[in-house]
């Protein structure tokens, strides 16, 4: 059965702040909302910017660790949502049994999916093959936001949901995602024909310069020899920041209404099971 609680997974060169309004609008309707930080990232915003180096190092393996034992605390088993590298966290949570449904938006690619657009290239291969930055946390300027993130909205509004939004990321994260495909051990990989895993919602927006449709449709196929429910969604005239710009409220409907389908789904089928019981029984 789904369940009350929510819990929010933000995405690189974010903090759980990206998620505000949909923590806001979940936990108007009565749901338990929960958006914990990325190990070593809860902090605000300022103190990041200021000391990104504490949390330079952190890798996909970590962060996923991280979110497991945070939802083995909680008394029941929520539902999960995650955007960009933390729609690729929700896969690994629900490959690993956890939540009770999950909800990828413009997710990371996982391990196997060659899908991977130039413009995607064109924002984070630069800041990887310069030397002098190896180690360094990789900062997204306000140009390469706007590109990267809502390259259909004004330079204007780009900027500041820039200063809102964003902090330095992981150089250790972009490179597993990058090369995971280069890597037999890569912290990418994900079971996708594991047919125990809870319910998965793959969301695309259209104009996304990250995760472009062609690659979100690509991980959905992914899991087509899977018996698990895996289902796809596109937005269109949405970017990367699809969780945040003007009109992130139907998406948000959306993931919600999808969540409550599947416990209609689990209960339906859960009563069946008990009517056949009984009826062997009764026979």
Known sequence: MASNNIVLIHGLWMTPLSFEFWAHYYTERGYGVHAPSWPRMERDIRALRRAPEIYAGLGIRQIVDHYERF?????????????????????????????????????????????????????VTPQLIVPRHNGRPVVL????????????????EASHFHERYTVPGPRRVLLQTELANFNPFAETAINVQRNNRAPLLLIAASQDHLAPPSMVRAIARAYRNSLATTDFREFPGRTHFIIAQSGWKEVASYALDWVRDQDLLQQREARRVVREMHARQVA
């Not at 300027?141 to 204007?156: I, K, V």
């Open 141 to 156: 300027t306000p140009e390469q936001f706007h590109y990267a993130f809502m390259n259909n909205s004004s330079r204007d």
């Open 71 to 123: 939802l083995l605390g909680l008394d029941e088993p929520p539902v999960l949502m995650g955007h960009g590298i933390g729609g690729l966290v929700v896969q690994a949570l629900l490959d690993r049994g956890l939540g009770t449904c999950g909800v990828a938006v413009a997710s990371a690619p996982i391990k196997g999916i060659w899908t991977l657009p130039y413009s995607k290239m064109r924002v």
